[in-house]
């Protein structure tokens, strides 16, 4: 079996347009949420959302490459292009080495309601252009990115609602695991406009604290009234321990292990045995003790119900050893598909800066968080072990746990 | 619209949404291969077509067309003959 690290990453956020701004966003414990106006005026109940600018990516990209990608798919090439030269891999390397891609991503709403608007109109299929079929499918952004890249290994998306970018590395681990692969592009894409997110506002999931943005993702907090949407787009690049040495590689961490699970329950209702047996499968295959993990980076979205289960399954598994816990969230909102694999860089930063980001808005637990060790503030810490949790829709569950490499 | 008007319009779509380059524009320059324009990119022409000069193309009718002079008559043939409708 091979060992597997990561050489390289790569994040446009909410909270930053490259590693150096959202290193200074994390420790600063600076909030990337605003009021969108237009999704008032669309009817939903919340405006509140993360933000990100839209690339111009005139100068980068031409033509057929840029109609094809929709909105975080753009997101998504500039996080890769960062965490490509970060991992210090050029188009050579890449023409002579069968590299992968597998990448979150569970939905492309805008470019699907803006294709159909057109030909409801014209009442023409035609007039939708030739990018609208590559923007509208679900594997959008593996399509484009292995198409832009000339990628040749394992190429395919993986849609599991909000763990989509932690079980697009926990695959990615596995097929270079077993040697199927020695390096993958990772990562999970989320768009953030009001077109894709107003099936989501229905369930009344999102907080309607719009007095103030940057205090209304309050994971963890006794008076969370629920999750903030957001996005962008987080890549993580997957390479054998071997391949990595061979080239020379900075390496960032070892993916030691992935734990997963499925709640077999209520479609969108939250347990804590499925997580509790996420951790665990996480633990065993990582061959380290519950003692060993210094920092949780939980999934914590700041739902009433979503955060409490967590709480109690952290509590379950650590509760004798109490590691250090934040939800990054708290800063970004819920990044949703992108989120499992931003937390892994977010954490990652935290691990070569050698610090906790704050759980912001932290002010009262609850009776569940108040049992774990959350961190209000920055805190200078040495991490070796880091865990983060994503949990998705349908129960389905996703643990991974980084070291750094020793 | 004046002839010379269409085939200016023309040359502005392909330079400014299809970013082709201007020293490769010439009426007798093959669409298809001097101007790089792919099968995909018929697609795209269409859609152009039928926002700047407002009358929707037929395919067969676009498979006639080879070069940008054939290009510049048949706009201009479907605009005469919306005209004359």
């Given at each position: 079996m091979n060992r597997v690290v990561i050489t390289g990453i790569g994040i446009y956020s909410c909270i930053g347009?490259?590693?150096?701004?959202?290193?200074?966003?994390?420790?600063?414990?600076?909030?990337?949420?605003?009021?969108?106006?237009?999704?008032?005026?669309?009817?939903?109940?919340s405006g509140l959302t993360g933000f990100v600018d839209k690339p111009n990516l005139k100068n980068a990209l031409d033509r057929r490459a840029r109609i094809m990608l929709p909105e975080q798919g753009e997101y998504a090439y500039l996080s890769t292009v960062e965490a490509l030269g970060n991992a210090g891999i050029d188009a050579d390397f890449i023409n002579d080495n069968e590299i992968g891609i597998l990448y979150g991503n569970d939905s492309s709403g805008k470019a699907v309601i803006e294709a159909n608007d057109v030909i409801r109109q014209k009442k023409d299929t035609m007039l939708v252009g030739s990018g609208a079929v590559f923007q509208t499918m679900n594997s959008t952004v593996t399509m484009n990115l292995a198409t832009i890249f000339k990628l040749r290994g394992i190429n395919f998306t993986i849609s599991a609602a909000c763990a989509s970018g932690s079980h697009?590395?926990?695959?990615?681990?596995?097929?270079?695991?077993?040697?199927?692969?020695?390096?993958?592009?990772?990562?999970?894409?989320?768009?953030?406009?009001?077109?894709?997110?107003?099936?989501?506002?229905?369930?009344?999931?999102?907080?309607?604290?719009?007095?103030?943005?940057?205090?209304?993702?309050?994971?963890?907090?006794?008076?969370?009234?629920?999750?903030?949407?957001?996005?962008?787009?987080?890549?993580?690049?997957?390479?054998?321990?071997?391949?990595?040495?061979?080239?020379?590689?900075?390496i960032l961490g070892e993916v030691l292990g992935y734990?997963?699970?499925?709640?077999?329950?209520?479609?969108?209702?939250?347990?804590?045995?499925?997580?509790?047996?996420?951790?665990?499968?996480?633990?065993?295959?990582?061959?380290?003790m519950s003692s060993e993990i210094d920092y949780i980076n939980a999934h914590a979205t700041s739902t009433p119900i979503g955060d409490s289960s967590e709480a109690k399954a952290i509590h379950e598994v650590f509760g004798m050893h109490k590691p250090l816990v934040s939800s990054t969230k708290s800063m970004t909102g819920h990044e949703c598909w992108m989120a499992g694999a931003s937390e892994i860089v977010y954490s990652l930063l935290m691990m070569q800066n050698s610090f906790v980001a704050p759980n912001i808005n932290f002010e009262n637990p609850d009776e569940d968080s108040a049992k774990l060790n959350i961190a209000k503030k920055t805190i200078a810490k040495n991490i070796n072990v880091f865990l983060s949790n994503s949990f998705g829709f349908g129960g389905t569950n996703s643990s991974l746990i980084i070291r750094k490499l020793v | 619209m004046e002839k010379n008007e269409i085939?200016?319009?023309?040359?502005?779509?392909?330079?400014?949404?299809?970013?082709?380059?201007?020293?490769k524009i010439s009426p007798d320059a093959n669409l298809k291969e001097t101007l790089g324009v792919d099968s995909l990119d018929y697609i795209d022409l269409v859609v152009v077509i039928e926002s700047n000069f407002a009358f929707k193309v037929k395919p067969d009718e676009f498979a006639q067309i080879v070069t940008l002079h054939d290009f510049y008559e048949y706009v201009i043939s479907k605009i005469n003959s919306k005209k004359l409708n």
């Open positions: 347009k490259n590693l150096d701004e959202v290193r200074e966003s994390l420790f600063k414990g600076k909030s990337g949420i605003i009021i969108d106006p237009v999704r008032k005026e669309y009817g939903y109940r697009s590395i926990g695959l990615g681990y596995h097929f270079i695991k077993t040697g199927l692969q020695d390096c993958i592009v990772c990562g999970g894409a989320q768009e953030i406009n009001h077109l894709a997110m107003g099936a989501f506002d229905a369930l009344s999931a999102f907080s309607i604290n719009e007095f103030d943005p940057t205090k209304a993702s309050r994971p963890f907090d006794r008076d969370r009234d629920g999750l903030i949407p957001s996005g962008g787009a987080a890549t993580v690049i997957l390479e054998s321990l071997e391949s990595a040495k061979k080239r020379g590689a900075t734990g997963f699970s499925s709640n077999g329950g209520h479609i969108s209702n939250p347990t804590v045995d499925g997580p509790t047996r996420s951790l665990y499968r996480a633990l065993k295959d990582s061959g380290v | 085939i200016e319009r023309i040359h502005s779509i392909l330079i400014e949404e299809f970013e082709v380059e201007q020293d």
